[in-house]
């Protein structure tokens, strides 16, 4: 069974706040994922990383900002929350490009 | 235009009634194509891989096959706990993933 986790789960609060949301994986995967879904919605790919210092922007623009400064640590920022950010956010994290990715259960967050 | 479509967006079964979920893609350089099942209020967690047409991979209820240009995942006598949003996703060439919107599977008992 996979390991990742994220934190918060749910997140409420208030516009022009900094967010930040935690990701971290116990598996020892290179490969680290961040994903936007909304209901009914496929999930955009919005962060990526294939290993430490290393950040790639994905399909989906974002203003948000991510970092890989250890292997297990994914975290995503948004420097100044406003209600277009509402959304699920899903973390995941593979070994290598065609393994399966394992996902996080997500936070879901509202922006007021 | 959309790379992955799956269809019907949303099917509802009596338990032990037999269908099929489709995913049909228009990427050329197909290197794999995968489903996920995703219960409400969680991540996605991953069903099967296939890499290659005529490939095909069972687990339980559920089989999942592939042609050049879409897949299928069957699901053979289905119960209520198969009740899930049924993920499609594919690799093309070096990119990452692309997924569909999900069917939405509903089994009444």
């Known amino acids: 069974e996979a390991d990742i986790y994220q934190t918060p789960r749910y997140l409420v609060i208030g516009t022009g706040k900094k967010i930040t949301l935690e990701c971290s994986q116990t598996m020892g995967h290179d490969k680290m994922y961040w994903y936007q879904q909304d209901p009914g919605m496929e999930l955009h790919l919005i962060h990526y990383?294939?290993?430490?210092?290393?950040?790639e922007k994905g399909d989906l623009s974002s203003e948000s900002t991510v970092s890989r400064i250890r292997t297990e640590h994914f975290p995503l920022t948004l420097e100044s929350a406003r209600p277009s950010h509402t959304s699920q956010y899903l973390c995941?994290?593979?070994?290598?490009?065609?393994?399966?990715?394992?996902f996080g259960d997500g936070t879901r967050l509202s922006i007021l | 235009e959309d790379q992955v479509t799956q269809s019907p967006e949303a099917l509802r079964l009596q338990e032990g009634e037999s269908s099929s979920l489709n995913c049909s893609y228009t990427?050329?350089?197909?290197?794999?194509l995968f489903w996920y099942r995703q219960d409400p209020g969680k991540g996605p967690e991953f069903l099967f891989t296939?890499?290659?047409a005529g490939e095909e991979k069972e687990k339980e209820r559920l089989k999942a096959t592939l042609t050049k240009k879409e897949s299928f995942l069957h699901i053979t006598a289905p119960k209520p706990e198969d009740s899930a949003t049924y993920l499609c996703?594919?690799?093309?060439?070096?990119?990452?993933?692309?997924f569909g919107k999900g069917t939405m599977l509903l089994v009444s008992p």
């Open positions: 990427v050329s350089g197909l290197r794999g």
């Open positions: 996703a594919v690799v093309e060439g070096y990119s990452t993933l692309t």
């Open positions: 995941a994290s593979s070994s290598y490009d065609l393994e399966p990715q394992h």
């Open positions: 296939l890499y290659s």
């Open positions: 990383s294939y290993g430490v210092n290393s950040t």
